[in-house]
C-alpha cells in the first residue's frame, strides 16, 4: 500500500528539515512546531494505515 512507502519518507524528510533547520537555539519554538508538524503527520498516516 502507498501509505507504508509514506511514513518512512516523512520520518527521512522531517529530520533531514530539522537537522538543516537554522538555528534552532534561538528559533526554539519554530524549531519544536516543525518538529511537531511531522510527528502529527506520520501519526495520522499511522492511524489511516490500520483502517
Same mark, same amino acid.
Given at each position: 500500500?502507498?501509505? &507504508? %512507502?509514506? #511514513? /518512512? =519518507? =516523512? #520520518? #527521512? +524528510?522531517? $529530520?533531514?528539515?530539522? @537537522? @538543516? @533547520? /537554522? *538555528? /534552532? *537555539?534561538? &528559533? !526554539? +519554538?519554530? %524549531?519544536?512546531?516543525?518538529? $511537531? !508538524? @511531522?510527528?502529527? #503527520? =506520520?501519526? !495520522? $498516516? $499511522?492511524?489511516? &494505515?490500520?483502517?
Amino acid at each position: 500500500m502507498k501509505i &507504508n %512507502y509514506l #511514513i /518512512p =519518507v =516523512v #520520518i #527521512i +524528510l522531517g $529530520l533531514i528539515t530539522l @537537522f @538543516f @533547520f /537554522p *538555528e /534552532p *537555539e534561538t &528559533n !526554539f +519554538l519554530a %524549531y519544536a512546531g516543525t518538529a $511537531l !508538524f @511531522f510527528i502529527m #503527520i =506520520v501519526i !495520522f $498516516l $499511522l492511524i489511516k &494505515n490500520k483502517k
